[in-house]
């Protein structure tokens, strides 16, 4: 059984946020990222989740929000790194191309563009 601390988890992710390039992070705006064990029961496979306005629906009303929050969910990412015979440098991999989806969904673009990039 794949096993990991939460912390070490969310080390992975916090290793994933500053693998994004400078360029990209500087355009995030009201934003908060964080690690929960298990997504809502409804959608127990889900690896994340972004929950927000994405930067290209914001318009002179976006002023005054709660950020929008970006959730990487520790217990779906292990067990779908199991089932694939994984190891910790699969979780790692998995961790990024999370972090990235949920960024990217941030920033407005749609699952089909993510899935055609390799992000799905």
């Known amino acids: 059984m794949l096993e990991m601390t939460r912390e070490d988890f969310e080390e992975l992710v916090a290793q ?3 693998r994004i390039p400078p360029e990209l992070t500087r355009l995030m705006d009201n934003v908060a990222v964080f690690v929960e064990d298990e ?4 959608d127990p496979d889900l690896l994340g989740l972004y929950e927000g306005t994405p930067l290209t629906e914001r318009g002179e009303w976006y002023a005054g929000v709660l950020p929008d ?7 779906p990412t292990l067990r779908l790194v199991e089932s694939e015979g994984g190891d910790r440098d699969l979780v790692v991999e998995e ?6 989806h949920e960024i990217a969904h941030h920033f407005g673009i749609d699952d089909e563009r993510l899935h055609a990039l390799g992000y799905g």
Request: proline share 10%; glycine share 4%; net charge negative.
């Open 16 to 18: 994933a946020l500053d």
């Open 39 to 42: 997504p809502p029961a409804h």
């Open 69 to 75: 929050r970006i959730t990487v969910y520790l217990g």
């Open 95 to 100: 961790v990024e191309i999370t972090v990235v």
